[in-house]
């Protein structure tokens, strides 16, 4: 497409003339034209760098044309030898052996070229020397095969380097930068610098690599719903706040007392979707949830996010799974079946792994062994035992520290021994509470049996509450806490490499509320159905309803969840009014919801996939910040731009607000 430049005025190109007498007629010739024109001049007189551009001083830089690049840096092979190259790109630093022989490694999107100088111009060896590291330069030089000795295999341009001819600098970097992409991870400063200067930071391979692993991942989803007739659809940014689960973030709008709120997700949205007859809608849904960061989360994240109509849960999963294992082979060339999503349900999950996300890399199952001791363990009570195959070998100091990290010091119904020739027939009665137990004598034998206890191993119990809520048991942080213990030393072996999906399914539709301001909350959102067959136990029990529920975990992350959704406006009504106590002007926000419902809206149900966690977990990365182009610090702070930051009396004054209570 062809840039339009504006023409100087008439008498600003004059003015410009009659300043410039003095310059050769083809430089004034240039200059007369655009402004732009007028720096490309400066930069290509003779005299330049010695004009009166009146305090305009941007000699530093190459102004101009400069010659369009042939290679990207990553392209150049032994085949390309005598070429006459144009490379563009950042210089990390040169390393100069001697006068005459500088290397200047040259990095672009693609890779990296040694460049090298040898005996060339003296003016060529001046602006080499001037050059810093991060300078973003225009290189042209013939490819010459390294000398045999200087062959770098690492390197996939390692078999040449480019003799330079000429160099052009586009853009000098500041001398003083807080640190070089090129420093290798152990000199980098820490996170808080990085990102501070993300767009530094951002130039390292490993980042360039997640963050473009990312744009083809989403490239993977969207082609794969498409062509399985879903349809791709925005819904709102700015939305209502409603109380749908999580704290939001609030939008102060000029009307006086009128908010807008961010979404947490397009959960709502989805659901009039399907009302509205689109029965396959996904979208890549930025959500925000204004909650204190816990370790890995971002007040912003992006979902997958998806609603069917007329649908199974079991359709919904294998929707899922298709998609899953397109991202995966693409990414990984990895290739997934249905056979590597299997299902488990929540009591399972919670009652064998004691995590309502068990990572089943590893075995390390917990028991239920109340039964053997159903005379020390009350009715309302289940008594769980982990048993640690050479667990022995863990020393004092390593339980110590379990018990320090799990704050296990209070927990007197927690109790640990480690099995030895003496104890191996009498190990219960070591253990805390159970030594009150009549029938030990008896019991022992069947429990090693069944447990496959021997001597040299670990066993653990606990006696926890019988009925299971929330996302874990002691027994469950105590086998992850294990698992990582033995991992460090090396005594349990998890190939990195290992993908262990799961279904977790059939969860309690409600829980306690934590806030203990009403008896029920919803455990995941208040639109997901019951079981059919639950139903009744919405008036009596409602502990007991199972809510249509289904996580899909992946190596002990929860990398996404969903629901067949409530589309009876009566029962929706129902379970905001009667189960969950909503005051009726909570509920009537919902309003547009239950109105959507009541128009003929069909069955329907959802899932979405936590988009970055599930990045980290394809980049390997130890953090979801580093699959991210921009991330939040810690506190939810930007730190590239510095925001949350204030706004000026005048805003406020416009947005009817008043800082009360500053710190
Ligand atoms: N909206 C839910 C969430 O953000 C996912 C779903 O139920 O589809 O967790």
Redesign the pocket.
């Known amino acids: 497409m062809a840039t339009r430049v504006r023409p100087l005025a008439r008498s600003a190109c004059t003015a410009l003339l009659r300043q410039q007498k003095t310059l050769p007629s083809s430089s004034r010739r240039l200059q007369c034209m655009t402004k732009t024109n007028t720096i490309r001049a400066f930069r290509s007189s003779p005299h330049h760098g010695k004009q009166d551009l009146r305090g305009y001083n941007d000699s530093d830089r190459y102004h101009g044309q400069y010659p369009r690049r042939t290679h990207l840096c990553g392209d150049l092979r032994a085949n390309n030898e005598g070429q006459h190259v144009v490379l563009n790109g950042w210089i990390q630093s040169p390393r100069a052996m001697s006068q005459d022989l500088i290397f200047i490694p040259l990095r672009d999107a693609s890779g990296t070229t040694q460049l090298v100088f040898r005996s060339g111009s003296p003016e060529l060896r001046t602006e080499i020397q001037r050059l810093t590291p991060e300078c973003v330069i225009c290189a042209e030089g013939v490819v010459m095969k390294r000398p045999d000795g200087m062959i770098n295999n690492k390197q996939t341009t390692g078999a040449i380097e480019v003799e330079l001819k000429k160099i052009y600098c586009l853009n000098p970097a500041s001398g003083s930068l807080p640190f070089w992409p090129s420093q290798t991870a152990a000199t980098l400063p820490n996170e808080e610098v990085r990102l501070r200067y993300r767009y530094l930071d951002l130039r390292r391979p490993e980042l360039q690599k997640n963050i473009r692993l990312r744009s083809l991942v989403v490239n993977t989803v969207r082609q794969h719903l498409i062509d399985n007739g879903f349809t791709e659809i925005e819904t709102p940014t700015l939305f209502k706040s409603t109380p749908e689960g999580a704290r939001e973030f609030i939008v102060p709008t000029r009307k006086p007392g009128a908010f807008y709120a961010l979404p947490?997700?397009?959960?709502q949205h989805?659901q009039m979707l399907m009302a509205a007859g689109f029965d396959r809608y996904f979208q890549i849904a930025r959500?925000f949830r204004d909650e204190d960061l816990r370790a890995d989360r971002q007040p912003e994240f992006t979902?997958i996010?998806l609603?069917m109509s007329f649908i199974t849960a079991k359709e919904l999963q294998e929707v899922v799974q298709g998609f899953v294992s397109s991202i995966w082979k693409k990414a990984l060339g990895v290739e997934l079946d249905a056979s590597h999503f299997p299902h488990m349900t929540y009591q399972e999950a919670m009652t064998t792994y004691g995590s309502d996300k068990p990572d089943i890399r590893f075995d390390m199952k917990i028991n239920e062994i109340s039964d053997y001791l159903s005379d020390v363990i009350e009715q309302e009570s289940a008594l769980d035992c982990l048993v640690v195959k050479q667990g022995s070998k863990l020393t004092g100091g390593d339980l110590k520290s379990m018990q320090k990290a799990l704050e296990l010091g209070e927990e007197k119904d927690f109790a640990f021994v480690k099995i030895n020739e003496n104890n191996i027939h009498a190990w219960p009665s070591k253990c805390g509470r159970l030594k009150h137990s009549n029938r030990l004598g008896q019991i022992e034998s069947d429990i090693n049996n069944k447990l496959d206890i021997q001597v040299g191993d670990l066993v653990l119990v606990h006696k926890r509450e019988r009925y299971l809520n929330g996302g874990n048991t002691l027994m469950g942080r105590v086998r992850l806490h294990l698992a990582n213990l033995l991992q460090e030393k090396g005594l349990l072996k998890i190939d990195p490499n290992t993908y262990k999906f799961l279904w977790i399914e059939s969860f309690p539709l409600f829980s306690p509320d934590e806030q203990n301001i009403r008896t029920w909350q919803a455990t995941?959102?208040p639109f997901t159905a019951p079981f059919d067959e639950d139903i009744p136990l919405l008036t009596t029990d409602p502990a007991k309803v199972r809510g249509q529920h289904y996580d899909l975990v992946l190596n002990g992350m929860e990398i996404g969840?969903?629901?067949i959704r409530i589309h009876s406006p009566v029962m929706q009504r129902f379970i905001f009014d009667s189960v969950l106590q909503l005051e009726k002007h909570e509920y009537q926000r919902f309003d547009h919801l239950l109105d959507a419902l009541s128009s003929g809206c069909p069955p329907h149900g959802?899932?979405?996939l936590g988009f970055d966690r599930l990045m980290s977990i394809l980049c390997n990365a130890s953090s979801i910040r580093d699959v991210i182009a921009f991330p939040k610090a810690a506190g939810g702070k930007d730190l590239v731009v510095n925001s949350p930051s204030e706004v000026s009396p005048d805003q406020l004054k416009e947005y009817y607000l008043q800082v009360v209570n500053k710190e």
């Open positions: 947490q997700s397009p959960q989805k959500c979902q996010d609603e995941h959102h969840g969903g629901s959802g899932i979405a």
